[in-house]
């Protein structure tokens, strides 16, 4: 007989304990993709102290620069979760053996990335863009594409260092990268300490430094920590042909579920991109609003897939399901208190990304202002195919959510936007609109697939039922 631990307690019990449980581990990882996301807000930020082109053009390119991040990090995901499972089974070598093959995708993907960024101009132009946003977001790519590798190191690191569950070290590497990230920026961009003042040009190239600095912060930490530094000595690394192997094959549906995410978004951005220098502004604001609050949903759902996790490898699929829609409530409950100020100051919330000193912006502030009581419901969604994803990866369904990500992001949300956005002439907001509906199909389908299986995994075996008999 199976140990249903948790599931023998009083409903409403059972409930208060998972919830309690699993905000105890999302809340460090909560905290650590604030700080995370805290670096791209600070570029955003003081690109909006330079006008309303440089947030246009500088916000094109962060958001393909992460479009391209976030695969390669969905894909180094993977990472953690065969760490760990390898380390249960106290098999030293093969943890070592996948943090060789984490660096191995990490350095691939960053080289082929950082390339790929910089033959971006003429599609861009191709695409709708103005020629002039499109040279100047190319050009901020040629100082900012280069931190990719140190990034995608760095990810590396966070995720091997998750698996053998000591993540501590990032967290502050991350809060020392948020106070470089603004050094650097009044130093480069305004040009203070006799340097020459970069402008844009000055943001592209603190990104690329802060990831340096970043990555040999976290390395010199790990190769200094008694628990950490035993697995780096290089007398037991090796280049591992099935860690490789292993790594791409899990982490593969992880990294086009998170390429299909991110561009499902980076494509809305451009469609926006061909209504105007204010309305791409503006979308740069709120995406960035948005990206801030969804590492909410992003802590919930990776605290929901380790839980989720242990319950199915106990056979407890009722404890599962219950996990999974404890993680579900969470989300949905976060967004709705950070939709508050959304409704009571707008204003002042967009005023924080872009000037309001400037008359020129005066257009992007509205656009942003009225943008927010969309991502209102947006977020919601938002929040609820995070999750849906998390707890999916918890059963052990990677490809599903990817599958899903397809027909929801690209087959209804993308035509919803254009249809909304384009030919029905509601700009801007059409397309938030489209955005949202796109959302919350995803939402829909991930929950009825995470349904549907645990019905499979929790139907007994035709000898457990003859057994039974």
């Known amino acids: 007989m199976v140990s249903h631990t948790h599931s023998d307690a009083a409903p409403n019990q059972a409930w208060s304990v998972e919830a309690r449980a699993m905000l105890l581990l999302a809340l460090p990882l909560i905290l650590t993709n604030f700080a995370y996301v805290a670096l791209t807000t600070i570029d955003i930020v003081v690109l909006g102290q330079l006008g309303t082109a440089e947030i246009a053009a500088g916000g094109l390119a962060i958001a393909l620069f992460n479009q391209l991040r976030t695969t390669g990090s969905g894909l180094l995901t993977s990472v953690s979760n065969l760490v760990a499972e390898a380390q249960a089974q106290g098999n030293q070598q093969r943890v070592r053996d996948l943090l060789v093959a984490g660096f191995f995708w990490a350095t691939l993907c960053g080289l082929v990335f950082s390339a790929l960024l910089l033959l971006l101009e003429r599609p861009l132009i191709w695409l709708g863009v103005d020629a002039r946003l499109a040279g100047m977001a190319v050009d901020f790519l040629l100082l900012a594409a280069p931190g990719l590798l140190p990034c995608l190191w760095l990810q590396t690191l966070r995720h091997f260092t998750t698996g053998l569950k000591y993540p501590g070290p990032l967290l502050v590497i991350t809060l020392i990268s948020i106070a470089l990230t603004v050094g650097l920026n009044y130093a480069l961009v305004f040009g203070h300490f006799g340097l020459p003042a970069l402008g844009m040009q000055g943001v592209a190239l ?7 600095l970043a990555f040999v912060m ?15 000595k290089a007398s037991g690394l090796r280049f591992s042909a099935d860690a490789i192997a292993s790594v791409w094959k899990l982490g593969l549906p992880i990294a086009g579920t998170y390429a299909s995410e991110a561009g499902f978004f980076s494509v809305l951005t451009l469609l926006i991109g061909t209504l105007g220098v204010e309305a791409l502004a503006a979308q740069t604001v709120l995406n960035q609003i948005i990206y801030i609050v969804f590492m909410i949903s992003a802590g919930i759902s990776h605290a929901a897939s380790i839980h989720i996790s242990e319950a199915c490898g106990a056979a407890d699929y009722q404890r599962a399901r219950r996990l999974g829609f404890v993680a579900l409530a969470l989300g949905v409950a976060a967004m709705l208190l950070v939709a508050v100020p959304y409704v009571l100051m707008p204003d002042a919330i967009v005023a924080l990304f872009i000037s309001a000193e400037q008359s020129s912006n005066s257009k992007t502030l509205a656009l942003a202002a009225s943008g927010l009581l969309i991502a209102v419901v947006l977020q919601v969604f938002d ?10 990866r ?7 959510p990817f599958r899903i990500s397809l027909f929801g992001y690209w087959l209804v949300g993308l035509p919803a936007a254009w249809l909304l956005g384009i030919a029905a002439q509601l700009d801007i907001y059409g397309v938030w609109i489209g955005q949202t509906i796109g959302l919350a199909v995803t939402a829909a389908l991930l929950v009825v697939a995470f349904r549907k299986r645990l019905a499979h995994l929790d139907r007994p075996t035709a000898m457990e039922t003859r057994h039974a008999q």
């Open 206 to 212: 603190t990104t690329t430094l802060v990831f340096v």
């Open 218 to 232: 976290f390395l010199l930490v790990v190769l200094n920590n008694r628990v950490l530094a035993p697995w780096f």
């Open 394 to 400: 918890g059963v052990g369904d990677t490809a599903g």
């Open 383 to 392: 929040a609820s195919q995070n999750v849906g994803n998390g707890i999916l």
